[in-house]
């Protein structure tokens, strides 16, 4: 099985320094590979390079992009991304802990639960494991909510969303929130602490027009659900954003619009429709056109 990892270094190190520390984690020297440098003195030099080392069974390739200011400059990196492969879940999650361990004795970050990465990692344990990890994602998200100022939660495993969304400390600031992959069923009621947004983008497979129903977001000007699966959304699903000028449905399962929808949202001016089945139904993008001569509808 392998394992996606990321690291973030607080401040930019020595790649001599992550190689001291990976060869301390396996206890033996490790194996550097780099590419062909790229840049010029004006713009500084970049390369492609990777760490080669194996901890008993689980075998650890480390990339990066080596920054350097002059040709002959101390490479130095940024931010890490850790392949982790092994056949046995003990073993990968041991190793994965002392990892952490010796990159945060360097000053790295382990970010890897609020990335798509930690999904196959969930995938892989036991229902004990994977719900104690479920946890910890939560609790990840919920330590860096709490001095944002956006939200971008791309979160299939985050098993208390409202927890999360009642942590942000400066909801009444925030302007922008992404939510994606995070289970959406029903509406959170912590959403509600998020009165200022102005773009809301919402990507998951369950959702539903009705989610929107009663939700008052009055400075509301770009709503994006792409790739998402509300067959119709109607006047009342989009009542409470009397400022909405833009909505992106693309690749999204959307068969109607309401064209009473234009009675509360009066300045809508461009809906993205391509490869959803209201793009492919000409009577009815007619019918709208008819309906909504302002409005351009997007379609491909």
Not at 91 to 112: F, K, N, P, Y
Not at 192 to 218: V, Y
Not at 266 to 283: E, F, I, K, M
Request: contains cysteine.
């Amino acid at each position: 099985m392998d394992w996606s990892l990321s690291f973030t270094c607080a401040t930019s190190m020595p790649t001599a320094r992550c190689e001291q520390a990976l060869s301390a984690f396996a206890g033996a020297p490790v194996t550097t590979d780099r590419g062909e440098l790229d840049g010029n003195p004006r713009d500084n030099y970049a390369r492609s390079a990777s760490i080669r080392c194996q901890r008993g069974d689980v075998q650890v390739a480390v990339s990066f992009t080596e920054h350097l200011t002059y040709v002959t400059s101390e490479p130095t990196i940024t931010e890490l991304d850790v392949r982790l492969s092994g056949t046995s879940v003990a073993a990968m999650l041991d190793a994965w802990t002392t990892l952490r361990e010796a990159l945060g004795a360097i000053g790295c970050v382990d970010r890897t639960l609020r990335t798509r990465g930690v999904v196959r990692i969930v995938k892989s344990l036991d229902a004990e494991r994977a719900a104690r990890l479920r946890e910890d994602i939560t609790a990840a998200y919920v330590e860096t909510a709490r001095t944002a100022t956006s939200v971008l939660l791309v979160a299939p495993y985050v098993d208390d969303l409202d927890r999360v969304l009642a942590a942000y400390e400066r909801a009444a600031e925030i302007k922008s929130m992404t939510l994606e992959d995070c289970g959406l069923r029903t509406r959170p009621p912590a959403l509600a602490r998020f009165p200022n947004l102005e773009s809301l983008t919402l990507i998951d497979q369950g959702i539903d027009g009705d989610l929107l129903r009663g939700l008052a977001l009055p400075r509301l000007g770009i709503l994006s659900m792409p790739g998402s699966s509300p067959h119709h959304l109607r006047r009342d699903d989009l009542a409470g954003f009397p400022n909405l000028g833009l909505m992106f449905l693309q690749s999204s399962r959307l068969r109607e619009l309401d064209p009473a929808i234009l009675d509360v949202c009066p300045r809508l001016s461009r809906v993205q429709l391509d490869h959803t089945p209201l793009a492919r139904d000409t009577a009815a993008l007619d019918a709208l056109r008819a309906r909504w001569p302002t409005v351009s509808l997007d379609v491909t």
